[in-house]
């Protein structure tokens, strides 16, 4: 075995790995405290990936600098969605089941209305870094991928900040432990989970900004990166934001390594052979959770 | 021996919280035993690990000679011990007497041997002019009486009854006590777990067995029980707080 | 008196429907009509059959497109490379349906509620890779292309009819049956269930069985009628799993005729916005999922069903007795 080519590879998975690990935070955070699985993460995330499209098309905005207006255009779109079709739901005390098919509902809509506006052509961006290369003696990796990575790194750390330091984050921390307890010591829930719900669409916005770079655009994007997103959030652990760091990386390593060593074909169907697996063998880590 | 039901060195640690430690009692056939002990003492733990919902940490259940550990909870009420909910569980958008009927079904296969099964536990427990309420409908002490019925329907031998009278007034009271006292004639024994309904137990028990912190404390007649120091004082002298 | 008043008329509706559903392709010759027609009776075999799993067990499944697509590559490889007859294969595609769920059912009941749900898609998921990748069994993206079976559309009609019949029949016997019961108890509180004497992993993977039978005979039924099928179509999310549980979701689960309801919006919306926006047509579904969950969560039926006429009421069928007692 190549040693070059399996550090390569690793590194690879490693570095798109972080980026699955941001994609799947904001999955995580919004099972963690909202308990909801929301299934328009992905669509989320193709929202965002539109917005820098077009910044940097029409304007020129570098990808880099764009999560400037990815964050808070994500933001308040999921406080939107939120606001005006989960938290009747919520409040009417609907199964967990609907509360996810609401979110399928949502992703279409955003997944088609795309595709009215931008029809499906793939889109890439090119910026005068996107072909350099960072070389490291015989191996070389893409530099936006090294980008993409160390900025998904900072958001994470930043998001870790806010969650621990912050007073809204320590609100938020509640309301994912016992949002009874919380509701008991004067937290809003409901506002809680629409500005939690906000802050899972924003991480997506961040995500997308840096995923352009790296990765082409079409509407039905979507589909393909909840799926991922929630495998991620599966194998990191529900719920846990650090988890789902780990997970994406294991996803990440997953889908490097299976599509150099086994073949490109079946490179997405590493990340549900490794959850399946997972599911039979290690039940018990999830169940405990699962079981609602 | 004609001991029904042995539990011999029974415990139960949830990582290392003992919720059960060495945990001995028998029942036999037709009695009426009262488990009482103050909250957190591990009655429904107790009732939990015997239907099989949780798997012992050690320690050997058997019933009429049969293993029990290892049973899933279906198979446990298939030999013949069934058991009612804390927490009550009605299906609640099934009526009462469909309820029953999905108890009777553990014994009979057809709709209508089922529905007669059914009709007859509803006439003993009374609850059969509500028949075609829909479940989430009923008042609590209905919903209590609705599921004994629904557990006498699958002809136990055996009834696990986990705080049956919690949160009923006086009359509903009084009319489960009833109830539960006409099960030996039946030839059903029962295991009343409470809490702090005491005079309920001392009325209805031959015997009783005493829990604290997931030991059994004392266990004898309820004079006896009653009178136990080391009773009173895991009551703290609640006791008798509700007579 | 009255409820043999009510169930007079109970009588005339099922034969007047009957005669309708029967004497429609002969009278209307159209056929793009006879072709919605057919994709209607289809959508009502794929909720009915979605259903007796979600509406009736509890169990909702966001994976059921991978018994769909099981059965359209079963009977269809039989056929091109077995030479084996077209409509016997529909029923051997539906035993494979089964012969999947058990594997499925394995894996994907060890978790409740959403986690079941999304562990059914993402196997589903791996079941359309694949069928993407083993070329040498499925031709991959190729796809497989089937003769047509017959030249007029009426054959195909009636198929349709009699499944869609076949899977509202037994849906309906195994609701009113011991099985039933045990379904209903395990949807209601599967702890209950268990507690009651109910082996609710084997009554979850009868029902979770019995719903793939009939949505992998609808997929072999559709290969045999499109005449062309490849994994993104057979296997698809949105286009068949999703679309199932709108279809019963907006109908009302847990009731016989919601699918019936289901179905028909389904298809006549769906259509209707195909001429306008092509490709995002599936907008369409999109806002109907919204609406019917934020606004109607007990579908269309289930809503008439609480507020409406008695005959519509979604229960298990349990006479009172003649004569009570305790009136």
């Known amino acids: ?292 | 021996m004609g001991e029904m039901l042995e539990v011999r060195k029974l415990s139960k640690y949830f990582g290392g919280l003992p919720a059960l430690v060495n945990v001995d009692f028998t029942i036999a056939p037709g009695e009426i035993v009262g488990l009482i002990g103050p909250n957190g003492a591990g009655k429904t733990t107790l009732f939990n690990v015997i239907t099989g919902v949780f798997r012992p940490t050690s320690g050997e259940i058997h019933f009429e000679g049969k293993n029990l550990v290892g049973l899933k909870p279906h198979d446990i009420c298939r030999l013949g011990i069934t058991r009612t909910f804390q927490v009550v569980k009605p299906l609640p958008k099934m009526t009462v007497l469909e309820n029953v009927m999905v108890g009777a079904f553990a014994r009979v296969g057809t709709k209508e041997e089922a529905r007669a099964i059914a009709v007859r536990e509803l006439e003993f427990t009374g609850l059969l002019p509500k028949r075609d309420a829909l479940a989430r409908s009923l008042t609590l002490a209905d919903r209590k009486r609705l599921e004994l019925t629904r557990a006498l329907a699958t002809r136990p031998k055996l009834i696990l009854l986990d705080e049956v009278v919690a949160g009923l007034n006086p009359t509903e009271t009084e009319e489960t006590i009833a109830l539960i006292q006409r099960l030996p004639e039946r030839g059903i024994a029962a295991v009343a777990g409470v809490e702090h309904v005491m005079r309920v137990i001392m009325t209805i028990s031959q015997r009783i067995v005493v829990l604290n912190y997931g030991r059994m404390i004392a266990q004898g007649s309820p004079e006896e029980v009653g009178h136990n120091p080391e009773v009173i004082q895991a009551y703290l002298g609640e006791a008798y707080a509700e007579t | 008196m009255l409820g043999q008043g009510r169930r007079g008329w109970r009588w005339v509706g099922a034969i007047l429907g009957a005669v309708v559903l029967l004497g429609f392709p002969i009278v209307v010759p159209d056929v793009y009509l006879q072709h919605l027609a057919i994709l209607f009776l289809l959508w009502v075999t794929l909720g009915t059959s979605w259903n007796l799993l979600g509406g009736y067990a509890g169990q909702i499944s966001f994976g059921h497109a991978a018994f769909f697509g099981m059965g359209a590559y079963t009977s269809s490889l039989l056929f091109a490379k077995l030479g084996f007859p077209p409509w016997p294969g529909m029923l051997l595609g539906g035993v494979a349906g089964v012969l999947l769920a058990v594997p499925m059912g394995y894996i994907c009941f060890r978790l409740r509620g959403p986690f079941f749900a999304l562990s059914m898609l993402a196997l589903s998921e791996f079941l359309r890779l694949v069928a993407l990748n083993w070329r040498d069994l499925t031709e991959g993206a190729v796809g497989i292309l089937l003769p047509p079976f017959f030249i007029s559309k009426l054959p195909y009609y009636y198929i349709g009819v009699a499944l869609a019949a076949a899977t509202m029949l037994a849906t309906w016997v195994l609701v009113d049956s011991k099985v039933g019961f045990y379904l209903l108890a395990i949807r209601e509180d599967q702890d209950a269930a268990e507690a009651l004497g109910i082996d609710t992993t084997w009554y979850k993977l009868v029902a979770l069985m019995a719903s793939a039978f009939f949505t992998a005979m609808a997929g072999s039924y559709y290969a045999n009628y499109m005449a062309y099928i490849d994994p993104p179509i057979v296997f698809s999310i949105v286009d068949l799993s999703i679309a199932m549980i709108l279809v019963a979701v907006l109908g009302g689960m847990g009731t016989l005729l919601g699918p019936v309801v289901g179905a028909l919006v389904i298809v006549t919306l769906s259509e209707a916005f195909r001429a306008y926006f092509a490709a995002a047509h599936l907008i369409v579904y999109g806002v109907l999922i919204i609406v019917a969950i934020v606004f109607m969560p007990e579908g269309i039926v289930g809503s008439l069903a609480a507020r409406g006429p008695r005959w519509l009421r979604p229960r298990v069928a349990t006479e009172a007795p003649a004569t009570g007692t305790g009136h």
């Open chain 1, 1 to 292: 075995m190549d040693l070059t080519v399996l550090l390569q590879t690793v590194l690879a998975g490693i570095l798109v790995g972080g980026l699955y690990g941001l994609i799947g935070m904001g999955m995580a955070i919004n099972f963690g405290v909202l308990r909801i699985i929301n299934l328009a993460q992905g669509e989320l995330l193709m929202v965002g990936m539109y917005v820098c499209f077009w910044l940097f098309t029409l304007w020129g905005l570098d990808p880099l600098l764009s999560p400037v207006v990815t964050i808070p255009f994500l933001f308040v779109l999921g406080v939107v969605i939120h606001r005006f079709l989960l938290t009747p739901l919520i409040r009417a005390r609907a199964l967990p089941e609907n509360q996810i098919l609401l979110t399928v509902g949502v992703g279409l809509v955003l997944t088609n209305a795309a595709l009215l506006a931008f029809t499906s052509n793939y889109r890439t961006i090119t910026t005068g870094y996107s072909a350099s290369l960072i070389t490291l003696g015989s191996i070389a990796v893409s530099l936006p991928a090294v980008l993409a990575f160390g900025i998904a790194m900072l958001v994470s750390s930043a998001l870790w900040l806010f969650l621990m330091k912050t007073d809204l984050g320590k609100c938020i921390r509640a309301t994912a432990q016992d949002p009874d307890a919380a509701l008991l010591m004067g937290v809003n829930v409901e506002r809680i989970s629409v500005i939690t719900f906000g802050i899972g669409a924003a991480l997506e916005g961040a995500a997308g900004s840096l995923l352009v770079l790296v990765y082409y655009l079409f509407p039905a994007l979507g589909g393909i990166f909840t799926l991922k997103a929630f495998i991620v959030v599966v194998l990191g652990g529900l719920g846990s934001t650090v988890g789902a760091l780990l997970g994406g990386m294991v996803l990440g390593l997953a889908e490097s390594l299976g599509a150099v060593y086994v073949s490109t074909g079946y490179k997405d169907a590493i990340g549900f052979i490794v959850f399946v697996l997972m599911l039979i063998f290690r039940p018990a880590g999830l169940v405990g959770r699962a079981r609602m």
